[in-house]
Every structure is written in C-alpha cells, then in structure tokens.
T-cell receptor, first 109, second 113 residues
Framework: GQQLNQSPQSMFIQEGEDVSMNCTSS?????WLWYKQDPGEGPVLLIA?????ELTSNGRLTAQFGITRKDSFLNISASIPSDVGIYFC?????????FGKGTRLSVIA | DGGITQSPKYLFRKEGQNVTLSCEQN?????MYWYRQDPGQGLRLIYY???????QKGDIAEGYSVSREKKESFPLTVTSAQKNPTAFYLC????????????FGQGTRLTVV
C-alpha cells in the first residue's frame, strides 16, 4: 500500500528555535495534509495543501507542497512550549487516508 | 457545534472482557475510521467504513469488530481475542471521495488489567 515517510522521527529543540520537518512518498499526491496531536488528544488539522509548489502559512507554521508532488515540508518558526506534540502528514488521495508515522517534537524551555 | 465525539475518555476493563468504544459524528460524513495508537507510535488502521452497513478491515483488525448501522455511529468492540488491547484509540470521519480531510475525535484510552 501507499506509505509516507516522515523525518525526523523525533526532535528536541530550545524554545525560540525554528523547526523543519518533511514527508516523502514514492507516489505522487495531489493533496497534502498536516496534523498536530497534542499529548492525550486527537490529531487536529493544521494546514492543507492542494497545489504543487504551494506555500501556505498558519501563524508561525508554514507548509510547502513539493514541486515533484512526492514531498511536503512543515516549518515552525520561533517555537514555544505549546508546540510540543506529534506532527503527522497525510495524503487523502485514497480511502482510507494514508498517514506518516509522525515527527515527535519536544521543546525545552 | 459539528464534530466527532468519542466516549468515554478513559476506560478500564478486566482481561477477558469485551468492551465497546463509542464514536458519533454529526458532520454528515460518509466515511469513518478507527485507529490504534501505542506509546510513541503512529496511527494504525483497525477498520474503516465508507457507507452504512459496509466496512473493511484495516492493517490490524484481528481481535476487533465494528458495526455501521447508522451514518452517525461507528462503534468499535475490543474482544477478548485481542492480545494487547491496552492502547489509545482514535476515531475519525471524512467525506467520501479523494482529497478530503479527516477529522478526529479526542480519543479513548483503554487500559486492560
């Protein structure tokens, strides 16, 4: 089946630092979704990307749809403690949705 | 407000007992999903349903059962055949068709003792 590879698997950063993570696929996707899961909660949709090359921001978050359609990137600027959680990418090309395994972010104050 | 509701938030059961987790949505979504999440792990698909009275096994269906008698409801039963049932269970829903976003419930943490 379809697989999405997320990297890094985990990261520890200092408060105030910028964060970058990515998601790659062996197949082309026409839509990319990024979710955040707070500890003990369900994932919440952060950003949806619908066009190759698209760059979309949501506050301190910026996501990009790769030109090859096989990857996507999520950046968080000036991290704060509440950014802690797991970030998932997803490709809704098919039912059921395909999810990456997530990037676990820890922020050290 | 529209949304997807899982209940209860925490559930404790004795080993060998079946237990049913509730998932209800009022988003008028056709598709519903159940995922299992273990500590430090990603989301693993248990079952999904694209229409009432129909559902398909996901990657880890053994030891679980579901029903989809109503569009709004997709309960998951964790049976005694599930060898390691203690986990965090997430329900999600989405419209059918490609390129649609899924919405998640808040999860149920099941502990079997």
């Amino acid at each position: 089946g379809q697989q999405l590879n997320q990297s890094p698997q985990s990261m520890f950063i200092q408060e105030g630092e910028d964060v970058s993570m990515n998601c790659t696929s062996s197949s082309i996707f026409n839509t990319w979704l990024w979710y955040k899961q707070d500890p003990g909660e369900g994932p919440v949709l952060l950003i949806a990307l619908y066009k190759a090359g698209e760059l979309t921001s949501n506050g301190r978050l910026t996501a990009q749809f790769g030109i090859t359609r096989k990857d996507s990137f999520l950046n968080i600027s000036a991290s704060i403690p509440s950014d802690v959680g797991i970030y998932f990418c997803a490709g809704p090309e098919y039912t059921p949705l395909v999810f990456g395994k997530g990037t676990r972010l820890s922020v050290i104050a | 407000d529209g949304g997807i509701t899982q209940s209860p938030k925490y559930l404790f059961r004795k080993e060998g007992q079946n237990v049913t987790l509730s998932c209800e949505q009022n988003l008028n979504h056709d598709a519903m999903y159940w995922y299992r999440q273990d500590p430090g792990q990603g989301l693993r698909l248990i079952y999904y349903s694209q229409i009432v009275n129909d559902f398909q096994k996901g990657d880890i269906a053994e030891g679980y059962s579901v029903s989809r008698e109503k569009k709004e409801s997709f309960p998951l039963t964790v049976t005694s055949a599930q060898k390691n049932p203690t986990a965090f269970y997430l329900c999600a829903s989405s419209p059918t068709g490609a390129y649609t976003e899924a919405f998640f419930g808040q999860g149920t943490r099941l502990t079997v003792v």
